[in-house]
């Protein structure tokens, strides 16, 4: 399981400052009904971690609860142009747009997240606390109000 303190432990690790508390399993949203298929079979989670000058995406190692010691995806805070987060079905999409390219990032809500993948990642099965759960509403309003900022 990928405790919290130790995921900010190694995002630190890797020379960035995590934002205490803003951090939420993520995975790639498909763009398409082939993509969904494919991501039903065999699918890639993520930490979206907001640290001091960037979003960045910490893979876990497979399905395994625990998380590699990588940056996948690092996207400076000054490059967003905009973030848009809205309610889709089981889930929330992410939509990053930077001056590069647009992101599309899926999670799970938190009302069903103990059931799902998003719980057994973050701790559920030794029945530590699901910090996916604990930082959705906060993580996604912060994510929203960068939007301010600009």
């Known amino acids: 399981m990928a405790k919290e303190k130790e995921t900010w432990d190694i995002i630190e690790k890797m020379g960035y400052i995590p934002k205490k508390n803003q951090s939420i399993v993520v995975s790639y949203a498909p763009q398409n009904l082939s993509a969904k298929l494919l991501k039903f079979f065999c699918n890639q989670f993520y930490v979206l971690q907001i640290c001091e000058a960037e979003i960045i995406l910490v893979p876990f190692k497979d399905i395994l609860p625990t998380l590699k010691e990588e940056i996948v995806l690092k996207i400076p805070l000054a ?9 889709s079905g089981l889930n929330y999409n992410i939509n990053i747009e930077t001056e590069e390219a647009r992101i599309l990032l899926t999670t799970e809500q938190k009302e069903l997240s103990n059931l799902r993948v998003g ?10 606390k699901n910090w996916h759960k604990e930082n959705l509403d906060k993580t996604l309003a912060t994510l929203t109000a960068l939007n301010l900022h600009k």
């Open 79 to 87: 490059s967003i142009k905009e973030i848009e987060v809205k309610e």
């Open 119 to 128: 719980g057994y990642l973050t701790g559920l099965t030794t029945l530590s």
